[in-house]
């Protein structure tokens, strides 16, 4: 098992879905981890499921505000001196459809998740890493990723695609940085709520 | 089971997309692996990774033939996990000045 002794690691969006696997790998990897959600009742819900009260913590933050984002990594840095890895993977797919037949609403409120959203977190966090030339953030990428239609969930797709661009200009803008950038596609993914024996 | 990205509301608009989903459960079965799965590849790449950039893809080209095999052998066995679930269905959007 690789280990991440005592790293200290935020994961946005982490109290369900892949953020919380990412939360319970990390768990088991020896790091201390940070996970966020959107209210305290899925974040003490979270919490309770990983039972390892010394080595988490839980707080509040919709990564589509700025300063709650920012506050988050103060907090941290209050709680535990710095941190090691940030992770944005807070986002969501808000429905299948065509482009034609979705309202163009869905695809800002997407956007404001999952690009925005990210945008925050990499501010927050590459505020913390640049001074010490130390530090790994990872953008969670998705279907549309890599620019192949993403159809039914084209909007979706868009919005990653955004964070694949996102994502490798960062890495040139700090080359040499000594901060290390991780793109991570983690395929599809499904979770075993509602399912039976075949 | 259901894909982690549509947690939130499993919702299907328009009839185009009805149609393509209409297998989504056997695409699920095949293509869709549960999320500890790529978590615990994320935190392999997180703890042995020291290049500055790096993008990394859990899909591999060879992951759906890998999937149908998977598929084939639980049907055999009888090992496998059907997924149950609820798409909701509606309406597609139709901008209200468009007549």
Sequence with gaps: MPTLQDRIIIITGSTRGFGYAIAQ?????????????????????????????????????????????HHLAELVIQRYGHFDNWINNAGYSSAAGMILDMNPREALEMFMANDLG????????????????????????????????????????????????????LAKENKGSGVQILGFSPGMMTTFWGSVRV | MMTTDMLTSPRVVGEKAQAQLKNFGFVLRFLGQPAEIPARQLVKMMASQHREFVEYRVFKPWSPLFGLLRVAWENLTHTGLRPEFELKFEEAYRPEHVK
């Design chain 1, 25 to 69: 790998a990390c768990l088991a990897a020896g790091a201390v981890v940070v996970i966020t959600g959107r209210s305290q009742e899925a974040i003490d819900r979270a919490l309770s499921g990983l039972q390892e009260p010394d080595r988490t913590a839980g707080f509040i933050v919709d990564v589509q505000d700025e300063a709650q984002v």
């Design chain 1, 118 to 169: 990210a945008l925050h977190g990499t501010q927050a966090a590459m505020q913390h890493f640049l001074p010490r030339q130390a530090g790994m953030l990872v953008n969670i990428y998705g279907n549309g990723s890599f620019l192949k239609p993403a159809t039914p969930t084209a909007l979706y797709g868009t919005t990653k695609a955004w964070l694949t661009s996102f994502t490798r200009s």
